[in-house]
């Protein structure tokens, strides 16, 4: 857990882009203190007017007792307005900087979160921290002025009573703030709770097909259950802890009503109060409760926040890659590999391992599972960085650059498995080339023996559902290839990209790519099926397993 000061520090950067939205807010929050407090002096001259007390005329105090009431209505919902556009801006902003900065960060073999928690670090806890920065920081601003001027109006009516109803409030606010550390330690809990709810539900949703085939629904759904149950009973913890803490100042402010309502009685007995001062100060306790009320408030809400501020820190913890540029080769690169050893967690998968992918050949890596075929695309692609060695990009005209995510702009890829996005066929051919026209998309349609696109009833404008639901794994697999050719860069790397595929389709598929790469893209295909070698120009076989 981090300390406050380092959170603080961190919500402090944070608000950076928005402390002028925040400054706005706050300047109408404090007109509408001016609308309410002088909404006091206009009743209380008023009640003075019609008991005697005053000579002053009374339509034009009725007049202004009107426009202030205006005044109050119109800056409530422009407070209100504001204070909602600001959050939703804020939103957007943190939930996209945070997005940007997970996706920009070096990848160590697995990811340090969750997708789920990060999910719900990036919707929930983004969300809790925008509400703090434009909404709770700013309210607490003008909850602040609100009780000074509140304070010092009645000061001048009656000192003795304003500091009686101050030390009240204050007194059963501080039992209240007994609860708040162990508020902090529930709501930490509860946050990390509600992540694990997410990764659940993103995880069975995602896998649903093998949840209904292996699992089983009860199995899933009764796991679900019993991590809700520890949710519920954590919260209803953190719900009684509040409830204290609201009996505490609910005494306070009942009992400092109760001392202004018996203070101007009696003064009217006694005659040292009128009617209109007896109303201001009932008027007056009530704006200097709800500005301690709402303080009782904002302050477990900022507890709660402080732990989002926390979750949102260790995504920033996350280290991004740097680029110093993008360093494109024109042509067809090499990629040399030169005495490479690699290892997960002390586990050896590449041990002292060489080549050189001259340029615009295409090569094939076969071998069982687990001897370092994919290890060995993640390191020239510069997704990982070797214990020992080296790998670059190299060509005659440029030089050598080592693998990195500088280079990473003329590698194309194909993964394994299903890797297209959601959307239709015509968005997933254009997220990798945003100018591509209709030619070029046929053109790496059909050398991926996809054409069958064409003959769907919606064409390119098919809805791809997620990780390509509504299409054959097959169909998914050629799409793949195709996108990934329609990319810019000078070299393809294929991992098990036509695992799904007949023999005659996969056959046509690397006649096309044979006859369209050969000389012009460096072509890496990894594969345990041998169709491939026939084409290749270097079949390199990884046959020690780790």
């Not at 005495?339 to 076969?366: C, K, M, Q, R």
């Not at 769907?456 to 990934?484: F, N, P, Y």
């Amino acid at each position: 857990m981090k300390d406050l000061k380092t959170c603080l520090k961190g919500l402090w950067n944070m608000s950076s882009p928005y402390r002028g939205l925040m400054l706005t807010t706050v300047f109408v929050g404090t007109l509408r203190i001016c609308c309410s407090l002088t909404f006091v002096w206009v009743c209380k001259r008023l009640i003075d007017i019609v008991t005697g007390e005053s000579s002053a005329p009374l339509y034009a105090s009725v007049v202004i007792l009107c426009c202030v009431m205006l005044g109050q209505i119109g800056c409530g919902i422009a407070y209100s307005y504001i204070q909602n556009l600001n959050s939703m801006k804020c939103r957007n902003r943190l939930r996209e900087d945070f997005f940007s900065h997970v996706l920009s960060s070096g990848w160590k073999g697995k990811e340090e979160f969750h997708t789920g928690d990060t999910v719900n670090r990036l919707e929930e806890d983004v969300r809790v921290v925008a509400e703090l920065l434009c909404e709770r920081i700013p309210a607490v601003g003008v909850t602040l002025l609100q009780l000074a001027a509140a304070s010092v109006y009645m000061l001048f009516l009656e000192p003795s009573l304003l500091w009686l109803i101050l030390v009240m409030m204050l007194l059963m606010v501080g039992c209240s703030k007994l609860y708040f550390k162990k508020i902090r330690q529930l709501t930490a809990e509860i946050r990390a709770d509600d992540s694990l709810v997410q990764q659940l539900v993103q995880e069975n949703l995602q896998n649903r097909v093998l949840v209904l085939t292996l699992f089983g629904v009860g199995n899933v759904v009764s796991k679900m259950s019993g991590v809700q149950d520890h949710l519920q009973k954590k919260t209803v913890e953190r719900l009684n802890f509040n409830a204290v803490a609201r009996g505490f100042m609910q005494i306070g402010f009942t009992g400092g009503y109760a001392v202004a309502f018996l203070w101007g009685l009696f003064g009217i007995l006694h005659g040292t109060v009128t009617f209109g001062m007896m109303t201001s100060f009932l008027q007056l306790v009530g704006q200097i409760q709800r500005p301690v009320a709402d303080l009782s408030t904002h302050i477990p809400a900022f507890i709660k926040s402080v732990t989002s501020v926390e979750r949102l820190l260790e995504l920033l913890d996350l280290e991004v890659e740097v680029s110093r540029g993008d360093v494109f080769f024109e042509d067809a690169p090499g990629i040399r590999v030169e005495d490479v050893t690699f290892s997960y967690d002390s586990i050896p998968v590449l041990e002292h391992f060489s080549h050189d992918f001259a340029p615009g050949s295409l090569t094939v890596i076969n071998g069982p599972t687990g001897v370092g075929k994919s290890t060995l695309t993640r390191l020239v692609l510069g997704l990982l960085k070797p214990l020992s060695g080296k790998v670059s990009v190299y060509s005659a005209k440029q030089g050598e650059v080592a693998c990195g995510v500088d280079t990473r702009c003329n590698f194309t890829y194909v993964p394994q498995g299903d890797s297209l996005m959601s959307g239709t066929i015509r968005e997933n051919m254009l997220f990798a080339c945003p100018d591509a026209t209709e030619e070029d998309i046929r053109e790496a349609l059909t050398l991926s023996a996809a054409e069958f696109v064409y003959s769907l009833e919606d064409g390119l404008d098919t809805v791809c559902g997620e990780k390509g639901t509504g299409l054959s794994v097959g169909q998914c697999q050629r799409i793949a290839v195709a996108r990934a050719i329609l990319h810019k860069g000078g070299v393809l790397i294929l991992d098990e990209a036509t695992s799904a595929l007949d023999l005659d389709t996969e056959a046509r598929l690397l006649d096309n790519i044979r006859e369209r790469c050969s000389g012009k893209r460096t072509v890496i295909f990894i594969s345990h099926r041998q169709a491939a070698s026939r084409i290749a120009d270097c079949v390199i076989s990884l046959n020690t397993q780790a």
